[in-house]
């Protein structure tokens, strides 16, 4: 019993960009993909590139949902089963490029 448990709490904290973008349509009364592509102000294969996996749900686009839906990142970051409390960045991203000398 308590292993079907454990199985359904897995389950249901999976990555799930469907869940996030049918949230964000039912809060904004919308009626498709499309009429949230306008909403988000984004181009319409954007949203199916998330809806089929393709493409995450990036940064920029997160930050646009909250704008526009008044969700917390943290709340919006749920409902796509997104449960990191740190991200981590690697170091090499913040040192310069080694310039080579002119031979």
Same mark, same amino acid.
């Given at each position: 019993?308590?292993?079907?448990?454990?199985?359904? !709490?897995?389950?249901?904290?999976?990555?799930?960009?469907?869940?996030? /973008?049918? &949230?964000? @349509?039912?809060?904004?009364? *919308?009626?498709?993909? !499309?009429?949230l592509s306008r909403a988000l102000e984004v181009?319409?294969? /954007?949203? &199916?590139? @998330?809806?089929?996996?393709? *493409?995450p749900v990036g940064a920029s686009?997160?930050?646009?949902?909250?704008?526009?839906?008044? /969700?917390?990142?943290?709340?919006?970051?749920?409902?796509?089963?997104?449960?990191?409390?740190?991200?981590?960045?690697?170091?090499?991203?913040?040192?310069?490029?080694?310039?080579?000398?002119?031979?």
């Amino acid at each position: 019993m308590s292993q079907a448990k454990e199985t359904n !709490a897995t389950e249901q904290f999976q990555y799930d960009p469907n869940n996030l /973008l049918e &949230s964000l @349509i039912e809060k904004l009364n *919308l009626k498709n993909d !499309a009429a949230l592509s306008r909403a988000l102000e984004v181009a319409p294969p /954007l949203i &199916s590139k @998330i809806r089929h996996r393709r *493409l995450p749900v990036g940064a920029s686009l997160l930050i646009r949902m909250h704008e526009v839906s008044d /969700l917390s990142i943290r709340d919006l970051r749920q409902l796509m089963g997104d449960r990191r409390n740190k991200f981590r960045i690697s170091d090499k991203q913040f040192k310069p490029k080694a310039s080579n000398p002119a031979s």
